[in-house]
């Protein structure tokens, strides 16, 4: 009864401190307790029933059960090419961690010159110099304990020059995407492309020989149609299948089970149904995903309400079906001619990622690069903003992570 009695008080006495001490400036002034009440039934044991490959590494399903319950309080904050794209192409750490003094959470990176038809995987080839990178990059993050997360843009199968539809002869775009899927005339081009990109994240390994799991988001942002796998290239059920296709030839044909599976279009709908309208089905997804800068696009608090909306739809259909909801690319780029929006990380991206009780486990900001950028350096007029922001209750950069590839004991 004693033993009893005093762990009652020191568990008091902890929060009374938890309280006192708190140092976030957040309207909410929520306490975050760890581990949180969960509200699914997912646990330790049966997440692989959760998880398009029940077959996944042990790695891999530990990234899907920490992401899911790192969305209980936090929301990892990452940047596409954060280790090799800096703001006037000053070198060195991340533009984050320049800022923050801390690695990002999250590292984006792409299969798009990896997969390039000129990629002859030779030593002075410069597409194979960039795969070497991006391997390299991949394998030092995950050391970090960082998530790795690859997008892919593909280029048409007729030239292979381009993935902007607009680049594209009109015939080229009414036909190149339906091409690709099982008798179409390029699905063996397609196969040889995804034998490339298995080839890739098979070889992708830790220290002890373990397979690195990574996120992959094929065909984002298929709303729109400024890609050539857009809406207006494609029906609905071929796009399905063209997902459906790839996720089977990955897992079941190349026996590639290091992936997790994001379905991300852009920020064009306002209700799940339209959400889902061309959603392969959750035995091919993972992350529930979406892109959006239009809404933080000068819009102010108007357009932060109208993405938080947006994730709410995601984050809600995550909870339902035991899904990662995520904010799969964001940003809005600041050169010499676009000045920076006043507390548009503190107040109008984290407005967005936590109003209405929403849970989404990561951020990715679009790459930095010589003439402009996403993510403020230390050096710049909004570097406070965003340094605000990542110390926010709801943020995390690496260190706020847990070991995000063991499953918790």
Not at 13 to 23: A, D, E, K, Q, R
Not at 70 to 99: M, P, R
Not at 187 to 214: R, S
Not at 377 to 387: E, H, I
Request: one cysteine or more; hydrophobic letters at 35%.
């Amino acid at each position: 009864m004693k033993k009893s009695l005093l762990k009652i008080i020191a568990l008091s006495f902890s929060i009374l401190i938890l309280v006192g001490c708190s140092s976030d400036n957040d309207s909410n002034n929520e306490i975050i307790v760890d581990p949180p009440t969960q509200d699914d039934p997912l646990t330790t044991s049966n997440v692989a029933t959760y998880m398009v490959d029940p077959s996944a590494t042990n790695e891999t399903k530990a990234l899907f059960y920490n992401l899911k319950r790192l969305a209980q309080t936090k929301t990892a904050i990452g940047q596409q090419d954060a280790f090799n794209g800096f703001y006037q192409d000053v070198g060195g750490d991340s533009d984050i961690k320049k800022n923050t003094g801390i690695d990002p959470a999250v590292l984006g990176s792409d299969f798009m010159f990896i997969t390039d038809k000129n990629n002859n995987e030779q030593s002075n080839n410069w597409f194979y110099q960039q795969e070497q990178k991006i391997v390299a990059d991949t394998k030092a993050a995950y050391a970090k304990g960082i998530i790795n997360t690859f997008s892919w843009h593909l280029r048409e199968p007729n030239k292979e020059e381009s993935f902007y539809a607009a680049d594209m002869t009109s015939e080229q775009k009414s036909t190149a995407f339906r091409s690709i899927l099982p008798g179409g005339v390029n699905n063996e081009w397609y196969k040889k492309k995804l034998d490339k990109v298995a080839k890739v994240i098979l070889n992708l390994k830790g220290a002890n020989g373990e397979l690195i799991p990574v996120i992959f988001r094929p065909f984002h942002e298929f709303d729109g149609s400024w890609f050539w796998w857009g809406a207006d290239f494609c029906t609905a059920d071929e796009y399905k299948k063209a997902y459906q296709f790839t996720v089977d030839y990955l897992k079941n044909t190349k026996g590639v089970h290091n992936i997790l599976y994001a379905f991300s279009p852009d920020n064009s709908y306002t209700t799940e149904t339209n959400y889902l309208s061309r959603y392969p089905g959750d035995k091919y997804v993972d992350i529930i995903g979406m892109d959006n800068y239009g809404d933080f696009n000068n819009q102010g608090q108007t357009g932060s309400d109208k993405a938080n909306a947006k994730l709410k739809i995601l984050s809600d259909y995550a909870k339902a079906k035991v899904k990662i909801a995520a904010l799969t690319e964001t940003g809005y780029r600041v050169t010499n001619t676009t000045p920076a929006i006043t507390d548009w990380f503190s107040t109008l991206l984290y407005n967005a990622l936590t109003k209405n009780d929403i849970q989404i486990s990561y951020v990715m900001f679009w790459n930095n690069n010589s003439d402009g950028y996403y993510v403020p350096n230390g050096t710049v007029s909004n570097a406070t903003d965003f340094k605000t922001y990542s110390l926010k209750t709801k943020s995390a950069l690496v260190n706020s992570l847990p070991k995000i590839y063991e499953m918790p004991k």
